[in-house]
């Protein structure tokens, strides 16, 4: 089972009541992913009730960077959305992060007071917990990520028809050189088609990167999702 490297915790400035989850984007670490989104957030992120978890992923070998060793979530057998996809180590990642989600299940927050978000393929990694394995989950934010065509989360929810599922917010940069957009899109149409509720916000002149836009969009969506609780704000 794949083991983290390390994890970053900004615990609620007041009373915890919910939970989130940030995960990098591949090569990155959970150090960098908060400094970039403190930056564009112009302060450090931070919540009364939230309290944020950032997991490094583990150093392993990724066979797009011919098989040299990086901070990866999961490996892929190519960058394209038609690869398919390397099932046993999403499902080891998978099983590992759960037990993280788990913890903070076990720590008093329910299970609809926990949101899933990431960049890259950090937002492939929420949508693949979200979708397969903790679908009873508050919701998923994918920035600039996608399933492949062929995902396993696709056949599951094929599988499982009319199951609940959590609300899908995704961003993507129409001028990403990495991602391309339409795979984005592609991802959105599938899952739609399976029943899962998207919001797909489109990013003018943004390339495979996060913006102040989006952060700001994300907090709102967040704290929509996961409001304060009256008995919080009163503590």
């Known amino acids: ?3 983290l490297s390390k994890i970053n915790i900004v ?4 009373t915890h009541s919910a939970s ?3 995960f990098h984007g591949s090569g990155a670490t959970g150090t960098n992913f908060k400094e970039w989104i403190d930056i564009l957030n112009r302060q450090e992120l931070k919540f009364p009730h939230i309290k944020i978890i950032y997991p490094t992923a583990p150093l392993q070998p990724y066979i797009p960077l011919n098989g040299m060793h990086s901070h990866v979530w999961f490996n892929r057998k190519n960058i394209s959305i038609e690869a ?3 099932t046993e180590s999403i499902n080891s990642i998978c099983t590992t992060v759960t037990e993280l989600i788990d913890k903070e299940i076990s720590d008093g927050i329910p299970d609809n007071r ?3 978000a990431g960049f890259s393929m950090g937002g492939a990694l929420s949508m693949y917990l979200s979708y397969r394995y903790k679908l009873s989950l508050a919701g ?3 920035m600039s990520s996608f399933l492949n065509e062929n995902s396993f989360v696709y056949q ?3 599988n499982n028809p009319g199951i609940n599922t959590p609300p899908l917010l995704q961003f993507h940069g129409i001028a990403d050189n990495l991602v391309p957009i339409k795979w984005g899109e592609d991802s959105r149409d599938n899952l ?3 029943g899962v509720n998207v919001q797909f916000v489109p990013l003018d002149h943004t390339d495979h990167e996060l913006s102040r836009t989006e952060i700001q969009s994300f907090k709102e969506w967040l704290l929509d999702i996961l409001p304060e609780k009256i008995s919080d704000s009163k503590l």
């Open 140 to 142: 998923c934010c994918a």
């Open 114 to 116: 926990i949101v899933l």
């Open 84 to 86: 398919q996809e390397d």
């Open 1 to 3: 089972m794949a083991k």
């Open 156 to 158: 599951h929810l094929k």
């Open 192 to 194: 739609k088609e399976l």
């Open 20 to 22: 989130l989850f940030l």
């Open 11 to 14: 615990n609620a400035t007041k």
